[in-house]
């Protein structure tokens, strides 16, 4: 057998087993405190402020949504009003333009009515006027007919009851 | 494509049918003549000495505990100093020149009666690129520390391809091992160390795939320690659930526990045990494999010559890049598995099982899918 192979492969050598884990447990003391305990850190504290900022973008998403939501619904309701408004105001002119015009019929109406009642006023007026002025005439031309005889008075109430019977008539 | 392989294949098996002779011939060669044979065996084994072929070797400083602390510089020097000897001189005593022989076994024992020593605490040229492996992911994480300490990283995306590169492979480790295994609460207790574990095993398995490089995993030494602190970190960290189920397993009839607790007792150092193992014999399998295809163009050219030594390198030169890159991924593999494992088995001995009996078999089902 080479004596070179003795010290080979399958042998359990318990000094190599020792300093390899003493210094395995020494290396894992000094990577946890200069490597690995740095390095996870900083990648939980990455990972968390990721996810803050995720959460936080959502949020605001959701609070701009919301907002929007708002403006739509006020928009809405804006624009409801408004129409109501212009349909009011319709109304109203409507009502008014109703109103105007009824008045002023009637305002012409009265008008009319005045003056056909001053008309007729001045027609009895008129009528009178002439009746007496018929009369004075008739009398004038009777007593211009008759003369002497005839008593003025007299005379004219005769006229008068003639002229009675003709307007009854 | 087919059919060169068809002619390869025919042309080796050729060469085979002539070879009985010639291989005997091999093995017969005497070990005087070290150089004339493919001692690959020698090229796998620990050594006391670390050896840069062509350009120089430097030996490593022997410290020995036994009737006492004795501290040499090389394995030379303490078969000089008089109380120890080589194991090869002391049973071949003619052979030995004071002062000229060097070392042949390094095998120390004690020159009076032969007697081994107590406890060989040598560095050895494995523990040696164990600690570079350790020390080199010391700096590169702790550079890659020092980057997020600074804010690269902390509050802004990774920046360059190391750190991503570094990042990808912490992050997937931290969610599929660790985060997976063994839960959101308690994970940052766990994962540095298998963190730990898993790049310096990487590192260590990569070592070999360079020039001069050794695969200190390829040592059964070495994988045994690192799955000793596993051992320690599983039981050390064990909830009462996990003793119960080892010493009392629930809804185990009485007389059961006979044969189940020494089954759960032996179960406890088995997994420790497969995890030395597997790591162990997958590095020293692909490494053999390596040097056996290498060697192959050696042995051919002694049994035929040189010309068709050389020719046929070309098939070894190719089917040796094949397991090169082979290996190249097994060293991640291994080292995964090796730190999923370990995971698991944190895992379970933290699982709270007070609300379900079966868990534990869930791993048990998986462990032989792994002969990788």
């Not at chain 2, 120390?108 to 007697?115: A, E, I, W, Y």
Request: net charge negative; charged share 20%; aromatic share 12%.
């Amino acid at each position: 057998m080479n004596p070179v192979l003795a010290n080979a492969l399958l042998n359990f050598e318990t000094g190599i087993v020792l300093w390899v884990g003493i210094t395995f447990v020494l290396f894992f003391v000094l990577l946890k405190k200069f490597a690995w305990g740095p390095v996870l850190q900083a990648l939980e504290q990455r990972e968390k402020s990721i996810q803050e900022s995720l959460d936080s973008a959502e949020k605001a998403m959701s609070r701009a949504e919301e907002i929007s939501k708002k403006n739509d619904e006020a928009l809405r309701q804006a624009e409801v009003e408004a129409q109501r408004l212009r349909k009011e105001a319709k109304e109203e002119a409507e009502k008014i333009r109703v109103d105007i015009i009824e008045k002023s019929r009637s305002e012409a109406e009265a008008v009319r009515d005045q003056t056909l009642a001053s008309i007729e006023q001045e027609k009895q007026k008129a009528m009178l006027e002439l009746r007496s002025h018929v009369a004075e005439l008739a009398l004038e031309a009777a007593s211009k007919i008759l003369n002497a005889e005839l008593d003025e008075k007299k005379n004219k109430k005769l006229v008068d009851d003639f002229i009675d019977g003709l307007s009854k008539n | 494509m087919v059919k060169t392989l068809r002619i390869a294949f025919l042309f080796c098996l050729l060469l085979m049918l002539g070879g009985f002779n010639a291989n005997a011939e091999v093995d017969t060669e005497t070990p005087i003549e070290p150089a004339q044979e493919v001692d690959i065996l020698s090229k796998m084994g620990d050594r006391y000495y670390i050896e840069f072929e062509g350009l120089f070797k430097f030996y490593l400083p022997r410290i020995i505990i036994s009737d006492g602390l004795h501290f040499y510089s090389s394995t030379k020097s303490a078969m000089n100093s008089g109380v120890f000897q080589d194991q090869f001189y002391f049973e071949n005593p003619q052979a030995f020149e004071a002062g000229v022989s060097g070392p042949v076994s390094y095998t120390l024992v004690h020159t009076d009666d032969g007697r081994p020593v107590m406890l060989d605490m040598s560095i050895s040229k494995h523990v040696v690129w164990f600690w570079l492996s350790g020390l080199l992911t010391l700096l590169i994480f702790g550079r890659l520390a020092n980057k997020y300490k600074s804010g690269i990283g902390r509050e802004t995306a990774p920046r360059g391809a190391g750190m991503n590169f570094a990042e990808v492979m912490i992050v997937y480790l931290r969610d599929e091992v660790v985060k997976s295994n063994i839960g959101e609460e308690k994970y940052l207790k766990f994962a540095p160390y298998l963190l730990s574990c898993f790049f310096i095993i990487l590192f260590m398995n990569l070592f070999g795939l360079m020039p001069w490089g050794q695969t200190p995993t390829a040592d059964i030494s070495v994988t045994a320690a690192l799955a000793i602190t596993t051992f320690f970190m599983v039981n050390l960290n064990g909830t009462k659930d996990y003793w119960k189920h080892v010493f009392a397993m629930p809804g185990v009839p009485k007389l059961m526990l006979i044969i189940m607790i020494p089954v759960e007792i032996l179960g406890l150092f088995t997994k420790p045990f497969a995890l030395a193992i597997r790591l162990f014999a997958n590095m020293l399998a692909g490494k053999m494999l390596i040097l056996s295809m290498l060697g192959m163009i050696f042995i051919f050219m002694g049994m035929y010559g040189t010309g068709v030594g050389l020719g046929s390198g070309i098939i070894w030169v190719s089917f040796t890049l094949f397991i090169y890159a082979l290996k190249v991924f097994a060293a991640f593999l291994q080292a995964f598995i090796f730190t999923m494992f370990s995971a698991l088995f944190i895992g379970m001995a933290l699982e709270d099982h007070s609300h379900d009996h079966h868990h534990e078999e869930e791993p048990d089902g998986l462990q032989p899918a792994t002969h990788l």
